[in-house]
C-alpha cells in the first residue's frame, strides 16, 4: 500500500515522545505511523512506503544515521528529517551528507517542525512535477520519433526535424540535471546551487519550448549558421548540461579544455548538438549493463592539433564495439541501442561536421570502450582580442 505525501512514519525509542509528538502531527494533518526502533522501521516502511520519515538520532541498537542509509537505499526519493539533541551537530551534518531533507532539535518547537516538514512537501511536489513532465515529454518525443523515421524512410524529408528530436532527449536530461541541482540547493539551503539549478531549468525550459510544438513541421535545407566564436564554448554548455545527469548515474566525467583558440568560424549550437550526441552515448555504453558496474568514466577534453583549428574527443570505458558495427555507426538509421534509439543522432552529428567540412573519427574495442574525434578546420580564425575589439 502506497501513500500519499501526507503519510508519515515516526520513528523513536522513547513512548512518550512517539505519543505527544505524534498528536501534534496528526493535528498538522498528517497520517501518522510511528515506531520504536529502526529494525521496526523498516518494516513499516517497506510494508506502507510513506513519503516521509522523522527518525530519531540516537536510539539503542541500530542508530537513525543507519536507518537514514537504509530508507535511502531503498527508496531515495523518500524525504527523511531527522530529530537531534543538544551536542549532536556532528550527526546531523553527517545525515545531511547522506541525503537528509533537514534537522530538527530537541525540544522540538512546533513551527520549527512545519518549515521541515514545509520543505519535505515542496521537494515531493516539485519532483512529482518533474515526473510528470519528463514522461510526458518522453512519451512525446517517442510519438514524434516513430513518425519521424517512417517519413525518412519514405521520402528522407526529415533530417533536420530528427536531430531537433535528438536534441529535445538531451534536453530533457538537461532538465533532470537542473532540478539534480536544485534539489541539492534545497538540502543544503545553499543559493548558489539554487541559482545555478533554476538558470539550468529555465534555460532548458525556453529550448524546449521552441522545439517541440511544431517538430514535424519544422525543416531546413540543412544549411548552418556560422559565427566567430571561441570553440570552447559549445563545449562548456554540452559539459554544464550533461554533467549531472552523468555523475547522477554514478559515472564519473572527467572535462579538461585547451587554451588559447582564439576565435574560430563555426556553428556552436549545431557542434553543442554533436556533443551532447557524444557524450550521452557515452553515458548510454556505460551504463548498458544492470546493475550498472562501478569504475566507469567518460573523458571529454578539447585539444589543439597541427593543421586543424579544434579538435574535440569524449572518450569512455564502457561496453565498446565491434569493428562491424563500427562500420555502420554513420549509416542512416543505424542504432546500436535496439527499440530505444532511431539511428539519427550520429547520421547527423556526422551530417553537421561535414557541413563545416571537419571529421569524425571513432575508435572502439569490445570490453573496452570507445573514443570519438572531432576535428574542425581553421577557416577565418582571429585571436581572441581582436575579436572583442571589433565586437
Known sequence: MRHTAQSL???????????????????MGYHVLT???????????????????LTDIKMPGRDGITLLADIKRLNPETEVIMITGHGEMELAIQSLKLEATDFVTKPIRNEVLEIALKRARERIAMRRQLHEYTENLERMVAEKAKKLVTAERMAAIGETVAGMSHTIKNIAGGLKGGVFVLEKGLTLDDKTYLRQGWEMVRGNVEKITNLSMDLLNYSKTGEISMELCDPNQPAREAARLMAPQVEGKGVAFEVDFARSF???LIDPEGIQRCLLNLIANALDACTEESPPLSGKQIKFRTLSEPGWGVTYQVSDNGNGMEDTVQAGLFQRFFTTKGTRGTGIGLMLT?????AHRGEIRVSSEKGKGSSFIIRLPRHIAVPEAGQRKSA
Open 35 to 53: 515506531a520504536a526502533s529502526a529494525e521496526e522501521a523498516l518494516v513499516v516502511f517497506e510494508r506502507e512506503r510513506p513519503e516521509i520519515v
Open 9 to 27: 512514519l515516526l520513528v523513536d525509542d522513547e513512548a512518550g515522545i512517539r505519543k505527544v509528538l505524534g498528536i501534534t502531527l496528526s493535528d
Open 350 to 354: 556526422k551530417k553537421i561536421i561535414e
Open 262 to 264: 582564439g576565435f574560430l
